[in-house]
């Protein structure tokens, strides 16, 4: 079996490493715009002695096409790989293209579903693994694990768990690529577009602290933290945990109820639940909730 892995993404590293040790893979290929995430993934296919190809958006149907049926690969798959395949190109190995997909699909179709899923409160995603075909996400899926997500895990956290799970689907479907029976889901099916600044933005009067907690993890790393402002600045939390303030007077959501080096900071929220800030990120650098009310946080401020 002779493998082409698409990627973009460190979350695709486990797999390399699985293929290269299985002399299955036969290359690794990766958009042409080199980010940190990417670069990582060079770094991996050189470490495994494996080849591997940058190509821009615009040469999938020339040179692209041309390179895939020279390698004459039996087996294409996509994992985290951000260009969307010429149809055309599906015939060209002999078992066609298939993705990797952080949910169960159909359900959480879309470009970050792991975010989509941490922020609604899911208790449960998985990994599908899906016969590509002329759009995103859509093609009969093949082989599924559900992962239960973990209280507290962030969405780098939980991709990286799935990272890890993927290998053996993977194991599992290659041996399995000749039978191409497609799973009935019991999924609804959703799609969920990338997110916008509205959607990572914390809504102190409207948002639960589960909400909050729940969108703080899915924003944790690929996000960059949810946002909010004090004192007309933009600050980032990147994690929280939900408290218990006794003896605290009933103040509008948004407000710091506590705050001192010792034990850190306590924010309101709606239905006069509290919130622990345990880590922000300003423009100053990343701190602790405590070291943060080491600059003069007082009780009574409030965030926007």
Known sequence: MRIILLANHVYAIPAISFLASKQLLQAVVMP?????????????????????????????????KDWLIQQAPDL???????????????????????????SLLPAYMGPFPVFWQIKNGEKNGGISIHQMDGDFDTGPVFMQQEVAILPGETQGLYSAKLSIFSVNLIKEFISKIEIKQPLVSTSSQSYYSRPKP???????????????????????????????TFRGQMIR????????????????????????????????????????????????????????????????????
């Open 198 to 228: 509205k959607d990572f933005t914390i809504y102190w009067d409207k948002d639960t602290a589960d909400d909050i907690e729940n969108l703080t993890n899915a924003c944790n790393t690929e996000i960059g933290g949810c946002i909010t």
């Open 237 to 304: 939390i990147l994690e929280v945990a939900k408290a218990t303030v006794n003896g605290a007077n009933t103040s509008m959501p948004g407000t710091i109820v506590y705050s001192d080096t010792a034990n850190g900071i306590y924010v309101v929220c709606k239905n006069n639940e509290y919130l622990k800030l345990n880590i922000l990120q300003t423009a100053e650098g990343i701190f602790s909730g405590n070291k943060f009310a080491s600059i003069g946080i007082q009780a009574g401020e409030f965030f926007n």
């Open 32 to 64: 042409d715009v080199v980010h940190e995430h990417n670069l990582q993934v060079e770094n991996a296919a050189k470490f495994n002695n494996i080849p591997y190809k940058r190509f821009a958006k615009e040469d999938l149907k020339t040179s692209f």
């Open 76 to 102: 294409v798959i996509a994992y985290t790989f951000s260009y969307k395949i010429p149809e055309d190109l599906f015939s060209i190995p002999v078992h066609g293209f298939y993705n990797v997909h952080y």
